[in-house]
């Protein structure tokens, strides 16, 4: 047995601000140092922030890239860190053409470097690319063929990038087969329910395979729609937690393991290919560490105390609160309508960015209830934001008497929207002048359903609760109240907004149980129809009633034309701005 | 030598569409027998509309495709035609798990069924998976490893589909290797301009790498942004050129070739495996038709009389009427500014649908000149569509009143959007009254440098010269009006349109000039940075200002904001309802 103490950097970078992602690294690694670490590793493309998407096939981007990590390797010597070896995930390019037709010119791959005494000792690259969900990376990158055993004071540790850890094959059966003492796994791996117990159970089997330790290292904070959880860990070589880091904070995780010495005649050796991936051994310090006293590992405890509701909350303030940094905006504005959608996303707002960032809006109209008005205002009381109120009445009549003129009376349908119209344009001028980012208030069932008005209240730089059924709306606002409660604060959310039946108000005595089904029941079939693509013969057996299945079915597949709010067009060239070409909203990388 | 008459089916799908589409091969087929085809060939997912995106991950949608497939066969047999061997593409799945982390379940496949006798003879799977620029193959399919070679009137026919024949290796080495006399490929290949050259360039040499005669069929007609233009063809042993179809129509493709005839002792047999690819012969019929006197091979001449604008200008009018068409529109709705975009949009709608389906609205406002209404006007009255006027000032004034009251005056660029966003809300209001499609009317220079109003003048169903740069708008209102004049028919765009110098007119004496280069001078630098990832460094060294450089790419990497009109929030979960779902826009399957 040896002894190392690794240090794990669950960090926040932001896409394309190379220099930002430059300093983040170096106050990781002197933080490292400080505590007497041996090496430490970072997430995945960490010197470019993650994902990148269609920024890989940039030439001049992947350059900057390779240049940032050697001005990287420089910085660290400069700072008398130079000694310490820190293992960075960056975007860098194979050399020689692509191997396919389509393939990304320049050949981008997701790679990682060893970065010691000022210089780039090793480089190596992701094998397994996900093209699944989010992940676009078969699209984006091409496959590294080499896994890096670096041996680290007498340690031999191997390196691995996140999916090389999920796919069976390739890196995992390599590192078995080079009898490693630790694999390292860099990860940029985002926030789902639930997911920190698939993980943990993920990393303790393959160290079991390997009879390695694993260390885990993941990216924190919010970009664009991903939330990343944290979550860092350790698992000893018998796959039993040693160590864990918090979820949706920065922490510089520091653990000392006990792993196997290195033994030059055990395992595969440097060249040997297995299972099509070819080991690259590389000496960085031979010797062991002097035996020491081992400080005691943290183990952030779970289920998290915030319990399953909390998590989603808290991953929700996170990603509002990197969405608006990352994008340079200062201030939010909403519209607050007394109801339980935009009451929620006032409360994550204020969590986020605090109170005096937040802008409410009361546009009341002809057919908002007294009980609307004032709810929105108790709201805002609670939470000591400041609230004006702009009645829309005078425009959606202006906008009458000219479509009248047009022979065209609105009626129906086109009444309820043109109100809601009328509010989003209002809130964007509010936001042009002010400068605030527009919340749009809207959850998932009305997104699904349809049950909402194109360039109206969906209109928003950024939907806080895109991603949440109703029923968790109400579900995240009990449970933050109860927090509040058990902190001894007022609860944020009035009582009324929670308890009252859900509407529109946007003809009389208009409720959405008019339109929709009531929201335990459709939530539960769109739960099974959206997110496990169960089918309507499925839904059936299941035992839903044969008419609501059709009729949610068919409404969810008839919004797809109202959510593609950036109106498709003929395409005509290799390239055009939308479908073909996927890029992160926040792009600080302008060369 | 054997001879043999091949049908190649240039039609036009629906996505989703199951009962249409086997409608269009029942037909396609009929007419083949008539004209005494031996063997029918139809496009790649012919049953079910290409692309079908992630609709290719929901299970009963597989299933439906595959019922569809056989119910089709069925269909042939019953219309009398059980023994054309008719080829199809169709969503099939291969039997067993999916064999990677992240695969779709079912392991759908982009597959080809030979039809006979009532019954599924023989299918196959798509070998080479696109996953660059509008294709996601790889995400949404898993490859196929086998090449069908269908003995045919004793002749060899081996089946490929689309992306097989642009890359190397697989089936195009299999095929060879096989000693086969025709190459039969199924395509789903969207138009982009000069695309036609290439496709004959690669037929030609695949043909001499095979050693012969290879028939190309392509689909025909839009489907969301993607326009398919046919220009289906067949060329000999040699790679010359025997047949072609038209672009943009509909075409049965009839070619009486004479392929060398099959010999049982030449060539790889049943089961070998030529690079990764395994050969499945199947006999269909031995016997070579008997001897007769072909007809002569129909060649659409190239290049298109219509020359390269001409072209370009079919592709646009062809993706609105199937876009209008395949989502249940019967007409349009647009703004008429007196400008060249919308004076061109309106043309292209009157080509696409007629004048009486096309409804222009003049939505004059405070900084309107008088030549934008005489011009509008004029427009209106060369194309025979009816025009309405709708004033905006009196809801914009509504609007300022209430901003004002909420200590908000407004100014600058909010006032500008404004006006924008009240055209935007009442071509809406119209819309959603009268049921027309809303078309909007950006170009792409507008869109790359966020030149242009979001909920604004970016409010649309579609957008027709979404993917034109502004010089290419004026080119396309040249040729359009030259071709009207060569016909000897009104030139449908006013002269003063196309030359006066544009102007959003949203402010006093505004024009395009005070915010953005020349036009033509930032098409070009658009055309580098955005068509070709060129970088800042390239674009310098080709001899463009810097400062020019740094302008447009810091205002083309900061409008990507804008374009994300549908606001993104915080995922939750592992499937929301944008990024991480892309299903068609067009979707009449409901199961």
């Known amino acids: 047995m040896a002894q190392l103490r690794i240090a794990l950097a669950q960090v926040n970078p932001t896409v394309g601000d190379l220099e930002g992602n430059r300093r983040t690294v170096v106050g990781a690694a002197r933080r490292a140092a400080e505590k007497g670490a041996h090496l430490v590793v970072l997430p995945e493309m960490i010197v470019t922030g993650y994902p990148v998407e269609d920024l890989a096939l940039r030439d001049s981007f992947v350059s900057a890239s390779v240049r940032a990590t050697r001005a990287l390797a420089a910085d660290l010597d400069a700072e008398g860190l130079g000694d310490l070896p820190v293992v960075v995930g960056f975007l860098s390019r194979r050399e020689g053409p692509g191997e396919r037709y389509g393939q ?230 909403l519209g607050i309508s007394g109801g339980i959608d935009s009451a929620l996303v006032a409360t994550i707002a204020v969590d986020a960015l605090g109170s005096d960032r937040v802008h409410g809006v009361l546009l009341p109209g002809e057919h908002s209830s007294a009980h609307s008005v004032a709810d929105a205002e108790d709201l805002a009381e609670r939470q000591g934001f400041a609230a004006r109120t702009v009645p829309i009445t005078s425009a959606v009549e202006a906008f009458g008497q000219a479509a009248a003129s047009a022979e065209a009376a609105l009626t129906g349908l086109a009444a309820e929207n043109l109100q809601a119209r009328v509010r989003g344009t209002l809130l964007m001028a509010l936001s042009n002048q002010e400068g605030h980012l527009v919340l749009a208030t809207g959850n998932k069932s009305e997104a699904a359903t349809g049950y909402s008005t194109l360039y109206g209240d969906s209109v928003g730089g950024f939907a806080p609760i895109k991603d949440c059924w109703k029923t968790l709306v109400w579900e995240l606002s009990l449970w933050r109240n109860a927090e509040a409660e058990r902190l001894g604060q007022t609860p944020p959310i009035p009582e009324n907004s929670i308890s009252k039946p859900p509407s529109a108000e946007l003809s009389p005595d208009q409720t959405d149980a008019d339109s929709l089904p009531d929201y335990a029941l459709l939530d539960s079939v769109l739960a099974a129809y959206v997110g496990t693509d169960r089918g309507e013969a499925e839904l059936v057996f299941a035992g839903y009633d044969p008419d609501l299945v059709r009729r949610v079915i068919r409404l969810v597949d008839r919004a797809e034309f109202k959510r593609r709010q950036s109106a498709p067009g003929t395409k005509i060239s290799s390239r055009n701005l939308s479908r073909d070409r996927r890029v992160p909203i926040t792009n600080r990388w302008t060369v």
């Open 104 to 333: 990304p010119s320049g050949a981008p791959q997701n790679a990682v470097a060893v970065l010691l005494r000022g210089g780039v000792e090793l480089t190596s690259a992701k094998h397994h690319l996900p093209n699944y969900g989010v992940f676009d990376e078969y699209r984006n990158f091409v496959p590294g063929d080499t896994l890096p055993v670096i041996r680290v004071r007498g340690v031999d540790v191997a390196l691995a990038v996140c999916e090389d850890l999920w796919q069976d094959g390739g890196p995992v059966t390599a590192a078995r087969a080079a009898r490693v003492g630790l694999l390292v796994t860099l990860n940029g791996s985002p926030y789902e329910r639930h997911k920190d117990d698939v993980r943990l159970e993920l990393c303790s089997r393959r160290a079991r395979e390997i009879g390695a330790a694993l260390a885990y290292v993941n990216m924190v904070g919010g970009q664009d729609e991903l939330v990343f959880e944290g979550d860092s860990l350790v698992v000893d070589s018998e796959g039993e937690l040693v160590a864990r880091a918090p979820q949706f904070e920065e922490d510089l995780l520091l653990v000392d393991l006990d792993p196997a010495a290195a033994d030059g005649e055990r395992g595969a050796r440097d060249g040997d290919v297995i299972d099509g991936i070819r080991i690259v051994r590389r000496t960085l310090s031979a010797d062991p560490v002097p035996a020491y006293e081992p400080r005691s590992n943290t183990v952030t405890p779970r289920p998290d105390p915030l319990s399953d509701t909390g998590e989603v909350y808290r991953a929700l303030v996170v990603g509002l609160r990197d969405y608006a940094a990352k994008n340079g905006f200062a201030s939010v504005v």
